[in-house]
């Protein structure tokens, strides 16, 4: 049974950091475009970052322009996890951020953990 764990969500002040952690089960993350996605009240969920094995020893990533060169995915394929650091949080980064694996038709979802920054 496939499961993605997220963890590390919190209430954070604007200009603060976090950094959260979706744990794989039963799927080997590496072979699964691994992303996280967000989606805050009423608004449409969007995606925040990806990342995937290249065919070299290195991944492909990718950013919305909404979080790019404040954010970073990462994965340490030893503990099956994927991590995205937050930094100089906004309050419009406000939102549930779901982990998602995705390989062809095949589509999995974490249970979501909630961001919340403000002061």
């Known amino acids: 049974q496939v499961q993605l764990a997220e963890s590390g969500g919190g209430l954070v002040q604007p200009g603060g950091s976090l950094t959260l952690s979706c744990a794989a089960s039963g799927l080997a993350s590496t072979s699964y475009v691994m992303g996280w996605f967000r989606q805050a009240p009423g608004k449409e969920r969007e995606i925040v970052a990806t990342i995937q094995r290249s065919d070299w020893s290195g991944s492909f990533t990718y950013y919305a322009d909404s979080v790019k060169g404040r954010f970073t995915i990462s994965r340490d394929n030893a503990k099956n996890t994927v991590y995205l650091q937050m930094n100089s949080l906004k309050p419009e980064d406000t939102a549930v951020y779901y982990c998602?694996?995705?390989?062809?038709?095949?589509?999995?979802w974490g249970q979501g953990t909630q961001v919340t920054v403000s002061s």
């Open positions: 998602n694996a995705a390989r062809q038709l095949i589509n999995y």
